[in-house]
């Protein structure tokens, strides 16, 4: 008897190979061999592999949402609100903005699958809609919100791809930018080698002083610049 095997299955398995080939690595032919069935079964459910990368962002974003929502379901939220129920705009973005870059860590190549796909269905919407609302509740122009919060998701998943592909394993380390190479190589241009020192470590508090950034920036020229 034929595996029969569905859309939601497909996905699953290519965010699991994903893992351990990196994108360059992901054929529908793998992930069909993955599956147990001939690589054109998967034609059912997907086009092409860049019909499969949408619907992989697409869950990646879902799975952003669920990490958002458990965030603010551990805090004192009101139901159906944008987050807590004192929480600021610059607070409802910036955790998003979190929630995202934790869930595209946990897959390798994850910035590089997100960047550049056009998300399916309408699960996701909600989320997103929890955010321009923050935004417009706060006084926000639809427009500005939608610059905000795409200029936001830019930034985090620029990181994210830069990131990824220099900060190694998470976990052990290895495949690391080796920053002391790279500042050995510029030593004759100093400040650029001594950059090197705070832009290829402490990924996280990098990642916090640059979204607190976007915020402030979001303010200055789209709140107050409306």
Known sequence: MATRIDREQVVGTALRVLNDVGLEGL????IAGELGVQAPALYWHVKSKQDLLDEMATELLRRAAADF??????????????????ATWQETLSEAMRS??????RYRDGGKVF????FQGTEYAAHLNRQFAA??????????????????????????VEEQSTRGDLSTGEGA????????????????AA?????????????????????AGV???LLRGD
């Open 219 to 221: 303010e200055v020229t």
């Open 100 to 105: 995202t870059r934790r869930v595209l860590l």
């Open 177 to 192: 930018y080796d920053v002391d190479e790279r500042a050995e190589r510029l030593r004759e241009h100093p400040l650029a």
């Open 69 to 86: 929502d458990a965030v603010r379901d551990s805090s004192d939220a009101a139901p159906d609100s944008s987050g807590p129920a004192d």
């Open 135 to 160: 935004l417009t509740e706060a006084g926000f122009a639809l427009a500005a919100a939608a610059r905000a919060v795409m200029t936001s998701y830019a930034y985090t998943i620029g990181y994210v």
């Open 27 to 30: 054929t529908l032919r793998r």
């Open 115 to 118: 960047g550049g796909t056009r």
């Open 195 to 215: 950059a090197g020192y705070e832009m290829f470590a402490e990924y996280d508090e990098g990642f916090e002083a640059g979204l607190a950034a976007i915020v």
